[in-house]
């Protein structure tokens, strides 16, 4: 695994202003990770109540509701007398989704999370839809062993994303995170929430010393990004790239605590992150990655290369655009050091909303 980057170094500041959705992520740092940073995160419960479901009744619910998508099914659904449900960002009742009507292959998650204090898992999957292979991930939240809340969004492609996407990778990349060590230090519950405060505020001075074997990836990839192409190739460009946690983050003031995980060491924190779909050369070919209005070194390092690209008359390239990306972020902590980072990516158009922050029911 390559070494990590240091934003202080100038060589090592411009390897980590060419990735382009990679400052959300956790970077290295000589500080391990402090449990003193205050609690203002939103949402973020000040005293945790255990619920009623267990681990087992929790990831109960979530197989249960997977196979309902299966069977077309969701009228057997455990649901709250009045629930509420999104998919890709559009509320629906479930008979009206996509979900329910185009998956068709569903195995247990390659990814659960569960916070039995709040009610709520966090899953992540591949799934079948026909002919295709889709990824299924969102949240639900449970109270009385029944469904209220249900948070799921499909990606089918790249462009759903805005940059890296692997159904074929998922469940493997995923193993490492569900099956830590044994003999592991557990994170406290205070560090994971510390942690969770600070996944998309730049502002909070935490520090977070990072694993030389963290895992990092988005939508079920181990991102490899060779770099512009009239550019020299940054070192070990082949190489997956490691975890960062870079102080220019995105961030996101309202941002969600979705799961803290004990037994795992997982936090799962949603976001909305403002920014632009750029064009950009991967492999010889001319695909397209979203970059945060946060991250104003990587879109200019983007703005340059279009000009360049332009001046030469190449192959035509898209336009670059204003999005707006749904996020939920999974860290996992343990033994002093973060030990995975993944990135899940929704986009929606510009100037999106999220219905789960404040949302707006007036007619």
Request: some cysteine; proline content about 9%.
């Amino acid at each position: 695994m390559q070494s990590h980057p240091d934003p202080n170094c100038p060589q090592d500041h411009q390897r980590i202003a060419s990735m382009p959705f990679k400052p959300m992520l956790i970077a290295s740092s000589v500080v391990a990770l402090v449990a003193s940073v205050p609690a203002t995160h939103a949402q973020t419960p000040a005293a945790p109540q255990v619920s009623t479901c267990d681990r087992a009744c929790m990831s109960g619910i979530v197989d249960t509701l997977l196979q309902s998508m299966v069977a077309h099914d969701p009228d057997h659904l455990p649901l709250t007398a009045m629930y509420e449900a999104t998919e890709n960002s559009r509320p629906a009742a479930l008979g009206m989704m996509q979900a329910w009507r185009t998956i068709t292959q569903a195995q247990k998650p390659s990814l659960l999370a569960i916070d039995t204090h709040a009610g709520q898992a966090y899953f992540a999957l591949n799934v079948s839809e026909g002919g295709n292979t889709s990824i299924l991930w969102g949240r639900i939240k449970v109270i009385d062993r029944k469904i209220s809340q249900l948070e799921i969004f499909l990606n089918r492609s790249r462009a759903d994303h805005g940059f890296s996407f692997s159904p074929e990778q998922l469940p493997e990349n995923y193993r490492f995170v569900m099956h830590p060590p044994a003999g592991r230090k557990k994170a406290t519950h205070a560090q994971l929430v510390a942690l969770s405060n600070a996944a998309f505020d730049a502002s909070d001075p935490l520090k977070v010393d990072v694993a030389k074997d963290c895992q990092f990836t988005e939508l079920g990839w181990k991102v490899i990004d060779p770099g512009l192409d009239d550019q020299p190739p940054r070192p070990n460009a082949e190489e997956p790239l490691g975890c960062m946690f870079p102080p220019f983050r995105p961030t996101d003031k309202q941002a969600r605590t979705i799961v803290i995980d004990d037994e795992l060491g997982i936090v799962v924190d949603a976001a909305v992150i403002r920014g632009m779909v750029y064009p950009y050369p991967w492999h010889g070919r001319m695909i397209s990655a979203f970059i945060p209005v946060d991250m104003a070194e990587p879109a200019k390092m983007q703005d340059d290369w279009i000009k360049r690209h332009m001046g030469e008359h190449k192959a035509p390239i898209v336009k670059p655009m204003p999005a707006t990306g749904e996020v939920m972020q999974v860290l996992q902590y343990y033994d002093g050091k973060l030990q995975a980072s993944q990135i899940n990516v929704y986009l929606g158009s510009k100037g999106a909303l999220s219905d789960w922050v404040a949302p707006d029911v007036t007619p």
